[in-house]
């Protein structure tokens, strides 16, 4: 599972990347309205995951750079979350 959830955040790396070239190159006229419209309701649904999962952030060491991988990674970021917590529990 571990490895899931590294080559997702690979990949939201990846695609956030997309979006930031193509806000510097001009693409063919579908491709560049449609990666716009993904990095859009991308970062909408990563700003909803922060919203939904503030109080999670309570307690934790650094949540402002919790929160910007959360805005960057989403859930792939949250998942991390479980793992800590009971990594933390079993020692």
């Not at 956030?16 to 449609?34: D, G, S, T």
């Not at 650094?62 to 079993?90: C, K, M, N, T, Y």
Request: charge should be positive.
């Amino acid at each position: 599972m571990k490895l899931f959830w590294g080559l997702g955040k690979i990949l939201t790396l990846g695609f956030w990347m997309v979006v930031l070239v193509n806000q510097a190159v001009e693409l063919p006229i579908p491709f560049e309205m449609l990666i716009k419209l993904g990095g859009s309701l991308l970062l909408l649904t990563h700003v909803m995951e922060l919203f939904l999962f503030n109080g999670s952030l309570r307690g934790r060491s650094h949540p402002w750079l919790d929160r910007l991988q959360i805005l960057i990674f989403g859930i792939f970021h949250l998942q991390s979350f479980g793992r800590r917590q009971a990594e933390v529990h079993h020692a």
